[in-house]
């Protein structure tokens, strides 16, 4: 059996590694920039149509905070005009599954809460 100290202690831990992740995650669109990215590289033009809602001033500072954090990557070509592209990186990559497993919540909660609906005006 563990000790009260110990469960506090990994209790505290925990919380401190979920703030240090909120803290780079935070936010409405992150998550969602992330997600698409894991699939396909995008450019600018792309993410701002597939992320539905955001603005391209908020797309254009949260591409700045995922690349500084070493999850994006941002390649600009050589072409005329000059393209860029986002991609995910190796390290951010590492988030695919969690975004899985809160498109999973998601689902599951919009299906018990249309159940609930469903029920109340039967």
Known sequence: MKSENMITKECGQTILAINDTMEILSGKWKISI?????????????LLKEVHGISGKMLSRELKELEANGLIERTVSNSSPVSVSYNITKYGSSLKELTHTIAAWGFNHRARIIKEMKEKTD
């Open 34 to 46: 992330i997600a698409c990215l894991c699939y396909n590289p995008m450019r600018y033009s792309e």
